[in-house]
């Protein structure tokens, strides 16, 4: 079973340039989160979604970060400015929960590290 | 929201040595799951375990739900088990705390 698929591994830009990343769930998965996580701490969701839908983003600086998931399978995070303190490793995760079902076990992928110099 | 706890904050240990790595939750939760996280950044899943005693291995962890907390034991250490160790709680979505360094020498 082939697992989340996340790209650029690496992006290095300047303050106030854009960038996007971009995420491809486990198939059948209906549950996906961004997740940032700053050098020597634990990840901080971003954004959760399920299927098509915003499920949590109250974490997300809507001012510069956006997501998307269209038709309910690869999403896109996207950071516009960005700013020296966005440097972080984002990751995206994906979890079986449909509806009412209790929460299942998410997987990660490997993580874009961003630079922002 | 859900706060958790882990500790300790950093563990060294010698090769071959037994540890215990601990996490607290302050509210119930239906999602507990152990990641170790190796120098290149990927969250490995360990343990998805609500509740209840589970072994992989080296490894293995308990949750007891109504104490709201959970222990991941590692026996006779390896340094591939170097890394930072996360546990993570949820009802939903998946909260982290700050994690364990683990560094093991040989």
């Known amino acids: 079973e082939a697992g989340v698929a996340q790209s650029p591994r690496y992006k290095i830009i300047e303050k106030r340039q854009s960038v996007a990343f971009w995420c491809n769930p486990i198939?059948?998965?209906?549950?996906l989160y961004w997740y940032q996580q700053i050098l020597g701490q634990g990840p901080k969701l971003l954004i959760q979604?399920?299927?098509?839908?915003?499920?949590?983003d109250s974490q997300l600086p809507k001012d510069r970060f956006s997501a998307e998931r269209l038709k309910g399978v690869d999403s896109t995070l996207k950071i516009q400015p960005a700013k020296l303190e966005d440097s972080a490793v984002y990751l995206c995760?994906?979890?079986?929960?449909?509806?009412?079902?209790?929460?299942?076990?998410?997987?990660f992928g490997q993580g874009t590290r961003l630079t922002v110099v | 929201g859900i706060q958790v706890e882990q500790s300790p904050p950093d563990l060294i240990l010698q090769e071959g040595a037994n540890s215990t790595l601990r996490c607290n939750f302050s509210?119930?939760?239906?999602?507990l799951q152990w990641f170790h996280q190796n120098p290149w950044g990927q969250l490995i899943n360990l343990f998805y375990?609500?509740?209840g005693t589970k072994q992989n291995g080296r490894l293995s962890a308990t949750t007891v739900a109504t104490e709201r907390y959970s222990l991941l034991y590692i026996s006779s250490s390896q340094t591939t088990d170097s890394g930072v160790y996360f546990c993570?709680?949820?009802?939903?979505?998946?909260?982290f705390g700050k994690g364990t360094r683990l560094s093991v020498i040989a």
């Open positions: 198939s059948g998965h209906a549950t």
């Open positions: 995760a994906s979890s079986l929960r449909t509806g009412g079902a209790p929460n299942t076990e998410a997987f």
């Open positions: 993570a709680a949820a009802n939903t979505p998946l909260v």
């Open positions: 509210d119930s939760v239906n999602n």
């Open positions: 375990i609500p509740s």
């Open positions: 979604f399920q299927n098509n839908g915003v499920v949590d």
